[in-house]
């Protein structure tokens, strides 16, 4: 008989037995790492950003010495963390727009030392966001690309813009052709004649077309900081964007008297530009007219020289001030401002959109420099000739 202490056995319910659920289980999606990966590239940027970030390993990409070529040994040594800590990062903590562009480098496969030394700079500092790392990593798959990437001044513009190159063919071309086509008009009959003096013209075209699409582009700056005894001047320089109009990077933004800066840097250098290739231009022309007259006396009364100076000086003030507030509004007003936000996916679309407002825009400055220079004086209008 059992005693009133004992307790006649029950059948165990299956809540008796079952384990507490860990928190960490919990809500988990159970996904292959590939899997995960595809999810996160699939979504939205700032979806993507509200996503915790794992605390990743800080050996594997520690931050080299980039002051010499050997970069590859110093998770050795212990320098690693002395490193991190002095870039920013408080503790370790992988936070801000310099853990996300490591997690998309992690994500890519590759490593901090894989980088341009400037461009591992700017990661290390949190100057620039993880799309920019996306964005060079796409592209350095391209044999072309990585050629073009090893040099800064395309290195920015194309981590800015990756239609740049696009761009800047658009611009040669159509430059190239209406140039050509100009040179016809006025030449005629004489044109296989004078095939010599086209070519020189149309050189010096191709030259400044490049030079105005490359100076206003905008950029990621990657430019190491100046030194503390650098000048005012040089300073407020440096510190100007080169686009007066483009759209500032997440942690940085640009004063109106930066971006005002950046309209009087690139005139100065498009003046400069646009005076040299003219006197070249012109000097090679001139002087090409020069040997036909020697050869062939008849040609005296026909062609006219063309004054070089005047002519150079002209052309640099009109590249400084036209061409330049017109290249500046068009790259970082029309085309990243207005069209890129609307038709970042539409590649095609986008990029005939660009291709059309660059002939119309290589048409009006042709118009306006012949006004101009009829004003200046350095043309003739047909009905004094």
Same mark, same amino acid.
């Given at each position: 008989?059992?005693?009133?202490?004992?307790?006649?056995?029950?059948?165990?319910?299956?809540?008796?037995?079952?384990?507490?659920?860990?928190?960490?289980?919990?809500?988990?999606?159970?996904?292959?790492?590939?899997?995960?990966?595809?999810?996160?590239?699939?979504?939205?940027?700032?979806?993507?950003?509200?996503?915790?970030?794992?605390?990743?390993?800080?050996?594997?990409?520690?931050? #080299?010495?980039?002051?010499?070529?050997?970069?590859?040994?110093?998770?050795?040594?212990?320098?690693?963390?002395?490193?991190?800590?002095?870039?920013?990062?408080?503790?370790?903590?992988?936070?801000?727009?310099?853990?996300?562009? =490591?997690?998309?480098?992690?994500?890519?496969?590759?490593?901090?030392?894989?980088?341009?030394?400037?461009?591992?700079?700017?990661?290390?500092?949190?100057? %620039?966001?993880?799309?920019? %790392?996306?964005? @060079?990593?796409?592209?350095?798959?391209?044999?072309?690309?990585?050629?073009? =990437?090893?040099?800064?001044?395309?290195?920015?513009?194309?981590?800015?813009?990756?239609?740049?190159?696009?761009?800047?063919?658009?611009?040669?071309?159509?430059?190239?052709?209406?140039?050509?086509?100009?040179?016809?008009?006025?030449?005629?009959?004489?044109?296989?004649?004078?095939?010599?003096?086209?070519?020189?013209?149309?050189?010096?075209?191709?030259?400044?077309?490049?030079?105005?699409?490359?100076?206003?582009?905008?950029?990621?700056?990657?430019?190491? #900081?100046?030194?503390? $005894?650098?000048?005012?001047?040089?300073?407020?320089?440096? $510190?100007?964007?080169? $686009?007066?109009?483009?759209?500032?990077?997440?942690?940085?933004?640009?004063?109106?008297?930066?971006?005002?800066?950046?309209?009087?840097?690139?005139?100065?250098?498009?003046?400069?530009?646009?005076?040299?290739?003219?006197?070249?231009?012109?000097?090679?022309?001139?002087?090409?007219?020069?040997?036909?007259?020697?050869?062939?006396?008849?040609?005296?009364?026909?062609?006219?020289?063309?004054?070089? %100076?005047?002519?150079?000086?002209?052309?640099?003030?009109?590249?400084? %001030?036209?061409?330049?507030?017109?290249?500046?509004?068009?790259?970082?007003?029309?085309?990243?401002?207005?069209?890129?936000?609307?038709?970042?996916?539409?590649?095609?679309?986008?990029?005939?959109?660009?291709?059309?407002?660059?002939?119309?825009?290589? @048409?009006?400055?042709?118009?306006?420099?012949?006004?101009?220079?009829?004003?200046?004086?350095?043309?003739?209008?047909?009905?004094?000739?």
């Amino acid at each position: 008989m059992a005693s009133p202490s004992q307790s006649p056995m029950l059948p165990s319910s299956p809540s008796a037995h079952r384990q507490p659920s860990s928190p960490h289980h919990l809500g988990q999606l159970h996904l292959h790492a590939p899997s995960r990966i595809s999810l996160l590239r699939s979504l939205p940027l700032r979806l993507r950003l509200a996503i915790p970030r794992p605390r990743l390993p800080t050996l594997p990409l520690a931050l #080299p010495s980039y002051s010499d070529g050997n970069n590859n040994n110093n998770d050795n040594n212990g320098g690693g963390g002395a490193g991190d800590d002095e870039a920013g990062d408080s503790g370790g903590e992988w936070g801000g727009q310099r853990g996300e562009a =490591l997690f998309v480098l992690a994500q890519a496969g590759r490593k901090l030392s894989s980088l341009p030394a400037d461009l591992a700079a700017a990661v290390e500092g949190g100057r %620039v966001t993880g799309d920019i %790392v996306r964005r @060079f990593a796409e592209m350095d798959a391209s044999p072309l690309l990585r050629w073009l =990437l090893r040099f800064r001044g395309f290195r920015e513009r194309l981590l800015a813009d990756d239609l740049f190159l696009a761009k800047l063919a658009m611009e040669m071309g159509v430059g190239m052709i209406a140039k050509t086509a100009a040179e016809y008009e006025k030449r005629r009959e004489n044109f296989v004649k004078e095939i010599d003096i086209v070519i020189a013209d149309v050189v010096m075209a191709i030259v400044a077309d490049f030079m105005l699409v490359y100076l206003p582009a905008p950029t990621v700056s990657l430019q190491p #900081p100046l030194a503390r $005894n650098a000048g005012l001047i040089t300073s407020f320089l440096h $510190n100007c964007p080169d $686009n007066a109009f483009q759209i500032a990077l997440a942690g940085r933004s640009f004063s109106i008297l930066q971006r005002l800066g950046a309209i009087v840097r690139n005139g100065a250098k498009l003046f400069a530009v646009g005076t040299g290739a003219s006197l070249v231009g012109t000097g090679v022309t001139n002087a090409l007219i020069k040997a036909r007259k020697a050869v062939d006396k008849d040609l005296d009364d026909e062609i006219d020289d063309i004054p070089v %100076v005047s002519t150079s000086i002209a052309y640099g003030i009109y590249m400084a %001030v036209s061409s330049n507030l017109r290249y500046q509004i068009l790259s970082g007003v029309i085309e990243q401002r207005m069209l890129e936000p609307v038709l970042h996916n539409h590649k095609l679309l986008l990029s005939a959109l660009c291709f059309a407002v660059r002939t119309g825009n290589t @048409f009006l400055g042709s118009l306006l420099w012949v006004d101009y220079a009829r004003m200046v004086g350095v043309q003739k209008a047909e009905e004094e000739i």
